[in-house]
């Protein structure tokens, strides 16, 4: 929705006030490369990359794990905003898959940055690949209401312990990675959250799906259960395409409208990295520059819920993305839902 409100509320026809103070990303070192799946199914050179549009992916090792990476990315965040863990107020973590089932990957994350005993609250938000835009309309929200002064909100994913070693689609699309974002309410320098919104068409729910496991135990990794029905991360990105294809342009243009912006007045289009297809089509799509859209896809892959934020980090550290700029953040996740926001940094 727009966001409108009274002269005296903390909402204004200007937006939600809220900036994103500072951004950190964290990748593990081994890289795997898209000619490593061409030779490990013998095709010619070059055919993996093409199909996929991922030229290397990083991967977490066995002694990684998707704490660890939240935890850098974490601090290189508050690094940059020259803050520590204890001047936040709340910890979220906006992944697709926790680490386990319980407790919540926040706390587990709270925990790593030494935040016991603080108190200061932390959960999770999922929404699978759409969980950071999910989550941070929701945050700003909270902290425009005051609820909340300065929030860490991270997402941090290792896929490719889901992934099926032998599937020539999904293994060589995801790569690993996490990412985090300082926000903080914005009164004087006119950064704000001017609209945002989210559909889901749920008739698209089995195009997407992993049915057991977290990513610390992962159910595709143990011999006795690999073979067994729900353990491997499953997509018919056909599906997938189809219905985002049908409903993204009309979403995309109502915030837009709510935001009282021109899609020409947007220096910095930042979608979700989930295909080489997908972000080939986007510009025809939604009727967007393409020199204007943000794609790291080539040398990360699709990160899932630490995509989006991921290639904001990468825009605000190229200069394409810059104080005072209106960008769009774009994501479609499993569900089948789809998301807008429209910002100005």
């Not at 973590?93 to 016991?116: D, E, K, N, V």
Request: hydrophobic share 45%; aromatic share 6%; glycine share 8%.
């Amino acid at each position: 929705m727009g966001y409108t409100g009274s002269a005296s509320g903390s909402v204004s026809q200007q937006g939600l006030p809220v900036r994103i103070v500072s951004t950190g990303t964290s990748l593990p070192p081994q890289l795997v490369t898209s000619a490593e799946f061409d030779q490990r199914w013998q095709l010619r050179a070059g055919t993996t990359a093409a199909a996929s549009g991922v030229e290397l992916r990083h991967q977490a090792s066995s002694g990684e794990s998707a704490q660890s990476l939240a935890v850098i990315a974490t601090r290189a965040a508050l690094d940059s905003a020259g803050l520590k863990a204890q001047d936040l107020d709340c910890v979220v973590s906006a992944s697709s898959t926790p680490q386990q089932a319980i407790p919540c990957f926040a706390a587990q994350i709270h925990a790593a940055l030494g935040l016991q005993g603080s108190g200061i609250p932390a959960f999770d938000l999922n929404a699978t690949c759409l969980s950071f835009l999910v989550a941070l309309e929701q945050l700003s929200y909270a902290i425009a209401a005051g609820r909340y002064r300065r929030v860490l909100l991270v997402s941090a994913e290792l896929p490719s312990r889901a992934l099926n070693p032998a599937c020539r689609y999904t293994a060589p699309l995801f790569g690993d990675g996490a990412a985090a974002v300082i926000l903080e309410r914005s009164d004087a320098d006119g950064s704000a959250l001017l609209a945002a919104a989210q559909e889901t068409y749920s008739e698209g729910q089995d195009a997407c799906h992993l049915k057991a496991g977290g990513s610390n135990y992962f159910l595709a990794g143990q011999a006795q259960v690999a073979s067994a029905v729900g353990t491997f991360f499953e997509m018919d990105g056909k599906a997938l395409y189809k219905l985002s294809a049908r409903h993204l342009p009309a979403l995309f243009e109502r915030v837009l409208r709510q935001a009282g912006v021109r899609r020409d007045q947007i220096q910095c289009f930042i979608p979700h990295q989930a295909s080489g297809k997908a972000l080939s089509i986007l510009p025809r799509l939604l009727d967007i520059s393409p020199a204007r859209i943000v794609n790291i896809l080539a040398s990360h892959g699709n990160q899932v819920a630490a995509s989006m934020p991921f290639a904001l980090d990468a825009a605000i550290r190229s200069g394409k993305a810059k104080r005072g700029d209106l960008i769009a953040l774009i994501g479609t996740g499993a569900g089948v839902s789809l998301g807008v926001a429209v910002m100005r940094l």
